[in-house]
């Protein structure tokens, strides 16, 4: 089993900056894939960002150049830097991890943006 908790989500203005992370109960080397998934109110669950134990990195486009997504193996932690924010940018963004054959999801944590 594994424990994830996000943080860093908070009411920002559109144009500012926030980095949210992502904290687990093991070791990520473990991980095949880490990733960042968006719902906005009314909408499905969104792939934003993912990256595989081989190193690739996918971006959603709508955040491509604005988001970044890192971990740190030391600290079993992944962040997502997400600059450049939008209204459309507002949802619970959600870690997610594949474990094969499991996966994990956090609790969510709360990203508004306001005009």
């Known amino acids: 089993q594994v424990q994830l908790v996000e943080s860093g989500g908070g009411l920002v203005q559109a144009g500012e900056s926030l980095r949210l992370s992502c904290a687990a109960s093991a070791s990520v080397v473990s991980f095949d894939t880490m990733g960042w998934y968006r719902q906005a109110p009314g909408k499905q669950r969104e792939l934003v960002a993912m990256t595989a134990r081989g190193g690739n990195v996918n971006y959603a486009d709508s955040v491509k150049g604005r988001f970044t997504i890192s971990r740190d193996n030391g600290k079993n932690m992944m962040y997502l830097q997400m600059n450049s924010l939008r209204l459309e940018d507002t949802g619970t963004y959600y870690c997610?991890?594949?474990?094969?054959?499991?996966?994990?999801w956090g609790q969510g944590t709360q990203v508004t943006v306001s005009s």
């Open positions: 997610n991890v594949w474990r094969l054959p499991n996966v994990y």
